[in-house]
């Protein structure tokens, strides 16, 4: 990724090939835009009038300078009304905007960083920097590709357009703001961008092994510690539940450990939990064939726990926190588990597993009980874990559960100013006798007809917490979707920017 440039220039005398203005529907646009329509002779203001151009949101526009300003094209990007702008507004301009040089084979852009003050009573409470931030991130990651896989002629054929210069305008003031907003929209772009190529690999690639090997190389690069177990280690600390999932592969399971620490010698740090289910075929209890491909992000969970953990280290959050990744492979095989094995996990509990579609619950179980060592100030698992996710919420927010108040509403918060939106679900004790067995302390699914398959599942996981602070995220309708112009086609590494923001608020 080429770093961002800043620069100080007026837009009127700055030399790119895509100057892009960001424009609200009351089209009150500030002295540098005014300066602008005034040198090309009112086009700005006359698409407003003529209604070619509202202000909508992700609204666009090109107008062509003709040599009236030094810019060879101007392009608009409709933000919204003034008062509803906040930094996800933003962050899709910033998308936006990417998607449409693409299309139109520019080679450099220039951002004009907007005010956003249209007077008084309508100003926006964003900050100079949360403003900047915000564009800069959208921009970068709409600009992510995953080519890894093309052969090499293919690659320059698809290769008719590079992107050379990506700047912001900014002027002598604002300089310092605007170079800190950028860099650290760079490392969260560069931890987000870790996360997608992970999930986006296939299973033969991302296997538990090259998960460990990953989260080693960038522990190394970005300086906190990372430790695999094994399974002997598994064995010595009696972790039935994830051994059981992975016994039916011939790839050898890894539990990541990660610890960074940026905070007090004795400060409890926050642990989080990803689910890294390298290929989930569902084991004996066999997935259709329709798409189990996708099965290949099973693991976003332990991807985004890997992200995050680059994110806190890179930008030296003064916290401590620890990533841990149940990595295994779900398959069928002579050596696998059926329904109806009893495992016992490390907890001590014993878990009736009538389903081995239902695996992500056994290897967070021993992961969240491994995690108590930490005497953590709070738990934060994320899995892809239930296709009743998808039913209940869809594409535009993660399911979260957990059980503790002010836990669950921090994360709520974080989802919002991140657009990692989270909608949180009820936990029932209602729902945590669902899982109870009859012949072992708990079973993997409940019965027919119990429904709330997502609950259910949180229920289970709730089993091996303890009264820790522990919110969990269900991330399968979310790990891999374009639903927004930042998130091109693939993984768009959910969980990352959410952690990192609520990380950053209680640092
Ligand atoms: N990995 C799947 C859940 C999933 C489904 C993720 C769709 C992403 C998209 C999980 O391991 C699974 O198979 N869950 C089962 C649970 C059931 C057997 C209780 C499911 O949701 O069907
Ligand atoms: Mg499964
Ligand atoms: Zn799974």
């Given at each position: 990724m080429k770093p961002i440039k800043i620069k100080i220039d007026a837009p009127i005398v700055h030399k790119t090939d895509c100057l892009t203005l960001f424009c609200p529907e009351e089209a009150a646009p500030g002295s540098a835009l005014k300066e602008i329509d005034k040198k090309l002779n009112g086009a700005l203001s006359q698409a407003y009038k003529s209604k070619r151009f509202e202000g909508k949101t992700n609204q666009t526009l090109w107008l062509d300078t003709l040599g009236n300003i030094k810019s060879k094209a101007i392009l608009l990007i409709g933000v919204g009304p003034i008062k509803e702008i906040g930094a996800e507004k933003l962050r899709q301009a910033g998308g936006t905007s990417v998607n449409q040089i693409e299309k139109n084979k520019s080679t450099s852009i220039s951002f004009v960083l907007p005010s956003l003050t249209g007077g008084k009573k309508n100003s926006s409470k964003l900050k100079s920097e949360d403003i900047a931030c915000a564009i800069a991130e959208g921009a970068l990651l709409g600009l992510y590709r995953f080519e890894e896989y093309k052969s090499k002629d293919k690659k320059t054929k698809n290769k008719n357009w590079t992107l050379e210069d990506l700047s912001l305008l900014t002027d002598a003031a604002n300089q310092t703001v605007a170079r800190k907003a950028a860099q650290k929209a760079q490392k969260i772009?560069?931890?987000?961008?870790?996360?997608?190529?992970?999930?986006?690999?296939?299973?033969?690639?991302?296997?538990?092994?090259?998960?460990?090997?990953?989260?080693?190389?960038?522990?190394?690069?970005?300086?906190?510690?990372?430790?695999i177990l094994g399974r002997k280690e598994m064995e010595k600390l009696g972790m039935g539940a994830l051994l059981g999932v992975s016994q039916g592969s011939n790839e050898p399971p890894a539990l990541i450990v990660m610890e960074y620490k940026g905070g007090p010698k004795k400060q409890a740090p926050v642990v989080i939990v990803g689910k890294g289910i390298t290929f989930d075929t569902g084991g004996i209890s066999l997935k259709p064939s329709a798409n189990m491909g996708e099965m290949k992000m099973d693991m976003s969970g332990g991807a985004a726990t890997i992200g995050a953990m680059q994110a806190v280290a890179s930008l030296k959050l003064p916290i401590n926190v620890v990533g841990l990744v149940p990595a295994a492979e779900n398959m069928p095989s002579g050596t696998a588990i059926k329904p109806g094995d009893i495992l016992t996990s490390m907890s001590g509990k014993t878990i009736e597993v009538l389903n081995t579609d239902a695996e992500g619950r056994l290897v967070l179980a021993d992961a969240l009980t491994f995690s108590a060592r930490y005497k953590p100030r709070a738990v934060i698992d994320l899995a892809t874990l239930t296709g009743a996710c998808v039913v209940a919420l869809g594409h535009q927010a993660c399911a979260l559960l957990g059980n503790d108040e002010d836990l669950i509403q921090q994360l709520i918060a974080s989802g919002e100013s991140s657009g990692e939106r989270a909608w949180n679900l009820p936990l029932w004790e209602e729902h945590e006798k669902e899982v109870k067995s009859d012949i072992a302390d708990l079973k993997n699914i409940t019965a027919p007809n119990v429904g709330?398959?997502?609950?259910?599942?949180?229920?289970?996981?709730?089993?091996?917490?303890?009264?820790?602070?522990?919110?969990?995220?269900?991330?399968?309708?979310?790990?891999?979707?374009?639903?927004?112009?930042?998130?091109?086609?693939?993984?768009?590494?959910?969980?990352?920017?959410?952690?990192i923001n609520y990380l950053e608020n209680i640092a």
């Open positions: 772009a560069d931890a987000v961008f870790t996360t997608r190529d992970l999930i986006a690999h296939p299973g033969n690639r991302a296997t538990p092994t090259f998960l460990a090997q990953t989260a080693k190389k960038i522990a190394r690069s970005h300086q906190f510690s990372c430790k709330a398959g997502t609950i259910t599942a949180a229920a289970f996981l709730k089993a091996f917490v303890g009264d820790v602070p522990w919110a969990h995220l269900d991330i399968a309708g979310v790990a891999w979707e374009q639903s927004k112009p930042y998130i091109p086609k693939g993984p768009s590494g959910f969980g990352v920017r959410l952690l």
